[in-house]
């Protein structure tokens, strides 16, 4: 029988070739297709496990991941945390190292051009491990300077060598800035943030925040198979000791790997469906060969009848031949795809992926088991279908629908809801006539008198106490502050740490300084100085010259009749967008401010209070002796600033210069 079979393939073999090209076409694409999943799996795997520093396995405190960004100090890892993880981390079988890191989010900055970074601290010895394990190519070994993006690079102006100064708000919620100098570049590998991206060392991220505590801690494993069987124990472990304190993710869950689980997701149900399509025609080759080759030999197969062959031992002669032919195409499939494999790898060839910032070389492989189960697959699908045509054609059953076939498809009318609305017209109401709205030049008065009650418009020295309370903590800090006609200068007093920082504010610009900094930061108003209290808020208020004013009518507010003036900012150099600024209707001071995003949306409010006086030109004015600021989104995070010491002085111009700022 198996003889006749070969004999049979053998007679015929122009449809013989023709089916082998046909099936082996079928096979190689399964497995090029296949080793190509393999590689965009172990690809994004690397940069996720190592070009990104995430490690196989991460500790985190408790809700750390969803709250770190908003609360960094709160659900940080303190030097306690780490000493207590680091142990039981050292206990977990197949563990490679161990190391943490920090990220966070403020403004580089090069001379006058600045932009927005997202960095990264981590020891830098466990840094080149974690990268140099991976090969993934990102960068040199951290040191005391820092990498940054191309991207980055170009928005700032500077290249290697260039000495930068980064600016964020400290885990004390007070505005911190340190030098720095770009020691090389680097891609996060992530398209999206690659116009953001920095790396530095932990020491110098921690000196950035003024903190000692990192944001998480991060596992290598010996071997990434192992990792959630490592994840496990570490978390039972962690737990024993402190219950309810940590919680342990890996590098595939839903927010360290969220590149990775993306992109892998759509890439299976790719492979599912271009699977399902190479087996349909697959099967679909078979049918027609073997009912072409059953029709070609209808003589034959007469012929054998009557030699006494059963139908089975028939349907047996065409079964045999499909698995020879099924076993002759998976070796010639096996040893094609082996040598594209070989190719590739000798070509260099590099390729990109999805969201991927830098090109990747291209390497194809398939381990052993995955290319004998694509193939056997392969086999048992021409085998079955061969079986199953050959049976049906002897039988004459095979049907492709007949003369009588007809599609039996309707079409449905379906009804089509009406839209059924009514336009809701919305008509501004006033409680005066239009005759009587106060014009912008009375209202630009007003602001100037509430000005005058907060420091503006004059020659003025006070100190100010700022309390400022979050979830993560309290915060206690005072400035002296000197004020000359809309120019500035804040100095830090307490703590006594941060005695020596100094703000300036002069011509609509803001600089800030420490000691030890090379040169004055460039900063923007709207930035924290410390809490919730901004750096426009200590002592720029100029909303005479800042704001347009347009009257939003009388409302009584706390019991006081106010007028409410909608503010709408004539430059960029300004504190806040907008404000919404309701003034006594009788003293015209600031009872309450409304702070308006960009797009018009409250998020903070300020009330004040006026139990200070001050002498101008021979009289006694009210003055802010205190103000709050709430915070909108989140009422539990506030900063209350206390007036003192309010009294007129004749500073010198030179006092406000940039040039005298770091010799002061």
């Known amino acids: ?41 172990a690809s994004l795997a690397k940069i996720v496990i190592h070009s990104q520093g995430n490690g196989h396995v991460q500790v985190y405190r408790k809700g750390g991941q969803a709250n770190l960004a908003s609360f960094p100090a709160k659900y940080a890892l303190d030097a306690e945390d780490q000493h207590r993880v680091r142990t039981l981390i050292d206990a977990t079988p197949g563990v490679r190292r161990t190391g943490s890191d920090m990220t966070g989010v403020g403004m580089i900055q090069l001379d006058t051009r600045s932009a927005v970074f997202l960095a990264t601290g981590m020891d830098p010895d466990f840094e080149a491990a974690l990268r140099g394990d991976g090969d993934t190519g990102a960068g040199p070994r951290l040191s005391d300077s820092i990498r940054v993006t191309p991207h980055l690079a170009d928005r700032i102006g500077g290249g290697k060598g260039a000495e930068v100064q980064l600016v964020a708000t400290s885990y004390e919620h007070r505005g911190n800035a340190i030098d720095a100098t770009i020691g090389d570049f680097f891609s996060t590998g992530i398209e999206a943030i690659e116009n953001k991206g920095l790396r530095m060392s932990l020491a110098s991220m921690q000196e950035l925040y003024d903190t000692s505590a990192v944001s998480r801690m991060i596992v290598q494993l010996d071997d990434r198979a192992t990792t959630d069987q490592a994840a496990d124990k570490l978390a039972q472990a962690l737990e024993a000791a402190m219950p309810g304190r940590f919680e342990v993710t890996t590098w595939k869950s839903p927010q360290v790997g969220q590149l990775y689980n993306s992109f892998m997701g759509f890439f299976n149900m790719l492979f599912a469906f271009a699977g399902v399509v190479i087996a349909l025609v697959a099967v679909a080759t078979v049918q027609h060969t073997v009912a072409m080759n059953i029709e070609d030999r209808m003589k034959e197969v007469g012929t054998m009848r009557a030699m006494g062959f059963s139908r089975r031992r ?22 094609f795809a082996l040598a594209v494999f070989a190719v590739l790898a000798g070509a ?8 991927v910032a830098q090109p990747v070389p291209l390497s194809l492989s398939l381990s052993p088991e995955q290319m004998a189960k694509v193939l056997a697959m392969g086999c048992v699908l021409i085998v079955v279908s061969s079986a199953i045509t050959t049976w049906w054609r002897l039988r004459r059953t095979v049907r492709l629908g007949g003369k009588h076939a007809q599609s039996l498809a309707r079409v449905l009318a379906g009804g089509v809801a009406a839209f059924t609305g009514c336009v809701l017209l919305t008509v501004p109401l006033q409680s005066f006539a239009a005759d ?25 020295t006070w100190d100010v106490a700022v309390h400022s309370e979050e979830p993560s903590g309290i915060t206690d800090t005072r400035y002296t502050v000197k004020v000359r006609d809309g120019d500035a200068l804040i100095r830090t007093t307490e703590p006594r740490r941060y005695q020596g920082e100094r703000i300036l504010i002069a011509s609509q610009a803001m600089w800030y300084t420490k000691p030890g900094l090379r040169r004055p930061i460039s900063v923007s108003p709207q930035q924290r100085l410390v809490g919730e209290a901004s750096n426009g808020d200590i002592a720029a208020t100029q909303y005479a010259r800042d704001y347009t004013p347009e009257y939003g009518g009388e409302v009584t507010l706390d019991g006081r009749d106010c007028h409410k003036l909608v503010l709408k900012a004539t430059h960029g150099a300004v504190t806040y967008a907008g404000i919404v600024y309701y003034l006594d ?24 209070e006026y139990g200070n006086t001050v002498a101008r030109d021979g009289k006694r004015l009210p003055f802010v002796s205190a103000m709050s600021i709430v915070n909108a989104a989140f009422p539990e995070r506030f900063s209350r600033l206390i007036y003192t010491g309010v009294s007129e002085a004749a500073h010198p111009a030179s006092v406000f210069s940039r040039d005298q700022l770091t010799a002061m």
Do not use: C
């Open 436 to 460: 009587a709205s106060p014009d912008v030049a009375r209202m630009t008065e007003w602001l100037r008198q509430a000005d005058m009650a907060r420091g503006g418009h004059a020659n003025l």
């Open 314 to 335: 028939i349907v047996g002669i065409f079964v045999l031949e499909s698995t020879m032919t099924a076993g002759i195409v998976a070796a010639i499939s096996a040893l």
């Open 348 to 355: 260099g060839v590099t390729t990109m992926l999805p969201r």
């Open 585 to 608: 209707k009788r003293t015209l001071l600031g009872v309450r401010a409304d702070f308006m995003t960009a797009s018009g949306d409250v998020f903070k409010t300020a009330t004040f």
């Open 1 to 41: 029988m198996i003889g006749l079979a070969m004999n049979n393939l053998w007679r015929d073999r122009r449809r013989t070739i023709a089916t082998m090209v046909a099936l082996t076409s079928g096979l190689v694409a399964a497995l090029l297709f296949l080793a190509y999943v393999n590689f965009v799996e």
